[in-house]
Protein backbone atom coordinates (compact mmCIF):
# COMPACT_ATOMS: atom_id res chain seq x y z
CA UNK A 1 0.00 0.00 0.00
CA UNK A 2 1.84 3.21 -1.28
CA UNK A 3 0.85 5.57 1.52
CA UNK A 4 2.46 8.79 -0.54
CA UNK A 5 2.51 8.61 -3.91
CA UNK A 6 3.81 10.89 -6.93
CA UNK A 7 2.47 9.76 -10.19
CA UNK A 8 4.16 11.56 -12.70
CA UNK A 9 7.37 9.56 -13.16
CA UNK A 10 9.17 12.66 -14.80
CA UNK A 11 8.85 16.07 -15.83
CA UNK A 12 10.30 18.29 -18.55
CA UNK A 13 10.10 22.08 -18.00
CA UNK A 14 12.43 25.13 -19.86
CA UNK A 15 14.91 26.92 -18.00
CA UNK A 16 13.27 29.80 -16.40
CA UNK A 17 9.86 28.61 -16.40
CA UNK A 18 7.85 27.09 -13.26
CA UNK A 19 8.28 23.49 -12.15
CA UNK A 20 5.26 21.80 -10.06
CA UNK A 21 6.50 18.55 -9.00
CA UNK A 22 2.80 16.39 -7.10
CA UNK A 23 2.25 14.49 -4.71
CA UNK A 24 -0.79 12.60 -3.23
CA UNK A 25 -1.08 10.77 0.72
CA UNK A 26 -3.71 8.95 1.62
CA UNK A 27 -2.58 8.68 5.78
CA UNK A 28 -4.15 11.31 7.12
CA UNK A 29 -1.82 10.84 10.26
CA UNK A 30 1.07 12.27 8.73
CA UNK A 31 1.83 15.22 10.47
CA UNK A 32 4.64 16.70 8.63
CA UNK A 33 5.92 16.86 4.92
CA UNK A 34 9.33 17.19 3.25
CA UNK A 35 10.73 17.16 -0.10
CA UNK A 36 14.48 15.77 -0.78
CA UNK A 37 16.71 16.07 -4.04
CA UNK A 38 18.89 13.75 -5.16
CA UNK A 39 21.26 13.81 -7.69
CA UNK A 40 22.92 10.51 -9.70
CA UNK A 41 24.87 9.01 -7.26
CA UNK A 42 24.58 11.12 -4.00
CA UNK A 43 22.05 10.60 -0.93
CA UNK A 44 18.96 12.53 -0.93
CA UNK A 45 19.37 15.39 0.52
CA UNK A 46 16.82 18.10 2.30
CA UNK A 47 14.98 20.55 0.02
CA UNK A 48 11.71 22.19 1.80
CA UNK A 49 9.10 20.89 4.39
CA UNK A 50 5.85 22.35 5.68
CA UNK A 51 4.19 21.11 8.88
CA UNK A 52 0.51 19.96 8.43
CA UNK A 53 -0.77 23.24 10.05
CA UNK A 54 0.17 25.28 7.03
CA UNK A 55 -0.73 25.45 4.14
CA UNK A 56 2.48 27.12 2.41
CA UNK A 57 6.22 27.30 3.02
CA UNK A 58 8.12 29.28 0.75
CA UNK A 59 12.17 28.93 0.85
CA UNK A 60 13.80 30.88 -2.56
CA UNK A 61 12.73 29.87 -5.56
CA UNK A 62 10.74 26.98 -3.56
CA UNK A 63 7.79 26.86 -2.44
CA UNK A 64 5.47 23.84 -0.92
CA UNK A 65 1.62 24.12 -0.57
CA UNK A 66 -0.55 21.16 1.25
CA UNK A 67 -4.05 20.87 0.65
CA UNK A 68 -4.97 18.43 3.69
CA UNK A 69 -8.51 18.58 2.51
CA UNK A 70 -7.04 16.93 -1.35
CA UNK A 71 -4.52 14.96 0.88
CA UNK A 72 -2.07 16.73 -1.77
CA UNK A 73 1.02 18.69 -1.54
CA UNK A 74 2.67 20.36 -4.20
CA UNK A 75 6.59 21.69 -4.98
CA UNK A 76 6.85 25.00 -7.10
CA UNK A 77 10.49 25.81 -8.74
CA UNK A 78 10.67 29.09 -10.12
CA UNK A 79 12.93 30.25 -12.15
CA UNK A 80 13.87 26.67 -12.85
CA UNK A 81 17.52 26.59 -13.36
CA UNK A 82 19.26 23.46 -15.01
CA UNK A 83 21.00 22.51 -11.88
CA UNK A 84 17.36 21.92 -10.27
CA UNK A 85 17.77 18.66 -12.71
CA UNK A 86 17.53 16.11 -10.60
CA UNK A 87 15.01 13.26 -8.77
CA UNK A 88 12.37 15.13 -6.29
CA UNK A 89 11.32 12.98 -3.86
CA UNK A 90 8.02 13.75 -1.54
CA UNK A 91 7.69 12.37 1.96
CA UNK A 92 5.83 12.01 5.22
CA UNK A 93 6.52 11.83 8.89
CA UNK A 94 4.31 9.18 10.35
CA UNK A 95 5.25 8.75 14.40
CA UNK A 96 8.61 8.28 15.32
CA UNK A 97 10.51 9.64 12.78
CA UNK A 98 9.78 7.13 10.03
CA UNK A 99 9.59 8.96 6.67
CA UNK A 100 7.48 7.46 3.73
CA UNK A 101 8.87 8.35 0.47
CA UNK A 102 7.23 8.68 -2.58
CA UNK A 103 8.47 6.69 -5.91
CA UNK A 104 10.01 10.18 -6.94
CA UNK A 105 9.67 12.66 -9.82
CA UNK A 106 12.70 12.74 -12.39
CA UNK A 107 13.02 16.50 -13.03
CA UNK A 108 14.69 17.60 -16.27
CA UNK A 109 15.40 21.57 -16.85
CA UNK A 110 15.74 22.30 -20.70
CA UNK A 111 18.15 25.28 -21.44
CA UNK B 1 26.22 14.18 3.05
CA UNK B 2 28.89 14.98 5.11
CA UNK B 3 28.49 13.03 8.13
CA UNK B 4 27.28 9.56 7.29
CA UNK B 5 29.34 6.83 5.36
CA UNK B 6 28.45 3.61 3.99
CA UNK B 7 30.56 0.80 2.90
CA UNK B 8 31.51 -0.35 0.69
CA UNK B 9 29.84 1.76 -2.20
CA UNK B 10 29.26 -0.66 -4.67
CA UNK B 11 29.32 -5.04 -4.41
CA UNK B 12 28.34 -7.87 -6.47
CA UNK B 13 27.14 -10.87 -4.70
CA UNK B 14 26.37 -14.65 -5.92
CA UNK B 15 23.10 -15.39 -4.84
CA UNK B 16 23.24 -17.51 -1.27
CA UNK B 17 26.01 -15.54 0.11
CA UNK B 18 26.06 -13.33 3.00
CA UNK B 19 27.27 -9.76 3.53
CA UNK B 20 27.20 -6.65 5.97
CA UNK B 21 26.50 -3.01 4.98
CA UNK B 22 28.06 -0.65 7.84
CA UNK B 23 26.88 2.52 7.94
CA UNK B 24 29.25 5.04 10.60
CA UNK B 25 27.81 8.96 11.64
CA UNK B 26 29.81 11.29 13.38
CA UNK B 27 27.06 13.38 14.35
CA UNK B 28 25.92 11.81 17.85
CA UNK B 29 23.28 11.11 16.28
CA UNK B 30 20.11 8.85 18.04
CA UNK B 31 18.02 7.11 15.08
CA UNK B 32 19.46 5.30 12.32
CA UNK B 33 18.08 3.95 9.44
CA UNK B 34 18.28 1.59 6.12
CA UNK B 35 16.51 2.55 3.20
CA UNK B 36 16.80 0.66 -0.12
CA UNK B 37 15.76 2.23 -3.41
CA UNK B 38 14.74 0.24 -6.39
CA UNK B 39 13.06 2.27 -9.64
CA UNK B 40 9.67 3.28 -9.35
CA UNK B 41 9.58 1.92 -5.95
CA UNK B 42 11.27 5.38 -4.41
CA UNK B 43 12.75 4.56 -0.75
CA UNK B 44 11.62 1.73 1.37
CA UNK B 45 12.88 1.57 4.77
CA UNK B 46 14.16 -1.86 6.02
CA UNK B 47 14.83 -1.53 9.76
CA UNK B 48 15.26 1.72 12.17
CA UNK B 49 17.15 2.23 15.19
CA UNK B 50 15.97 4.79 17.61
CA UNK B 51 19.42 4.18 20.15
CA UNK B 52 22.32 2.58 20.72
CA UNK B 53 21.52 -1.45 21.23
CA UNK B 54 17.78 -1.05 20.01
CA UNK B 55 16.50 -2.10 16.51
CA UNK B 56 12.83 -2.14 14.51
CA UNK B 57 11.88 -3.61 11.42
CA UNK B 58 10.48 -1.01 8.46
CA UNK B 59 8.50 -1.77 5.97
CA UNK B 60 10.36 -4.33 4.08
CA UNK B 61 12.65 -6.29 6.82
CA UNK B 62 12.55 -9.67 5.57
CA UNK B 63 15.61 -11.21 4.34
CA UNK B 64 18.13 -8.75 6.39
CA UNK B 65 19.10 -8.08 9.94
CA UNK B 66 20.67 -5.44 11.61
CA UNK B 67 22.96 -4.98 15.23
CA UNK B 68 23.44 -1.49 16.70
CA UNK B 69 26.11 -2.02 19.21
CA UNK B 70 27.52 1.09 18.94
CA UNK B 71 26.31 4.31 18.79
CA UNK B 72 27.90 5.65 15.78
CA UNK B 73 27.86 2.62 13.35
CA UNK B 74 24.54 0.95 12.51
CA UNK B 75 25.08 -2.80 10.38
CA UNK B 76 22.61 -4.45 7.92
CA UNK B 77 23.26 -7.96 6.84
CA UNK B 78 22.17 -9.93 4.46
CA UNK B 79 22.02 -13.96 5.21
CA UNK B 80 21.63 -15.54 2.29
CA UNK B 81 21.43 -12.98 -0.55
CA UNK B 82 18.79 -12.71 -3.25
CA UNK B 83 18.45 -11.40 -6.74
CA UNK B 84 15.48 -9.50 -5.35
CA UNK B 85 17.59 -7.72 -2.62
CA UNK B 86 19.80 -6.09 -5.71
CA UNK B 87 19.25 -2.28 -4.89
CA UNK B 88 20.43 0.46 -3.51
CA UNK B 89 20.99 0.99 -0.39
CA UNK B 90 21.30 4.45 1.61
CA UNK B 91 21.70 4.37 5.33
CA UNK B 92 20.74 8.00 7.04
CA UNK B 93 20.86 9.53 10.60
CA UNK B 94 18.68 11.72 12.66
CA UNK B 95 18.94 13.65 15.63
CA UNK B 96 16.14 13.56 17.59
CA UNK B 97 12.56 12.33 17.60
CA UNK B 98 10.50 15.23 16.20
CA UNK B 99 13.16 16.78 14.38
CA UNK B 100 11.62 18.29 11.53
CA UNK B 101 12.55 15.86 8.99
CA UNK B 102 15.67 18.26 7.92
CA UNK B 103 18.19 16.88 10.29
CA UNK B 104 18.40 13.63 8.82
CA UNK B 105 21.06 12.80 6.57
CA UNK B 106 21.66 10.30 4.19
CA UNK B 107 25.10 8.22 2.79
CA UNK B 108 25.92 8.44 -0.81
CA UNK B 109 24.66 4.87 -1.35
CA UNK B 110 25.48 1.29 -1.37
CA UNK B 111 25.07 -0.35 -4.65
CA UNK B 112 24.29 -4.02 -4.30
CA UNK B 113 24.15 -6.45 -7.16
CA UNK B 114 22.78 -10.23 -6.79
CA UNK B 115 23.72 -12.50 -9.19
Known amino acids: DQQVKQNSPSLSVQEGRISILNCDYT??????FLWYKKYPAEGPTFLISISSIKDKNEDGRFTVFLNKSAKHLSLHIVPSQPGDSAVYFC??????????FGQGTRLTINP | NAGVTQTPKFRVLKTGQSMTLLCAQD?????MYWYRQDPGMGLRLIHY???????AKGEVPDGYNVSRLKKQNFLLGLESAAPSQTSVYFC??????????????FGEGSWLTVV
Open chain 2, 92 to 105: ASSLDRRSSGNTIY
Open chain 1, 91 to 100: AAIQGAQKLV
Open chain 2, 27 to 31: MNHEY
Open chain 1, 27 to 32: NSMFDY
Open chain 2, 49 to 55: SVGEGTT
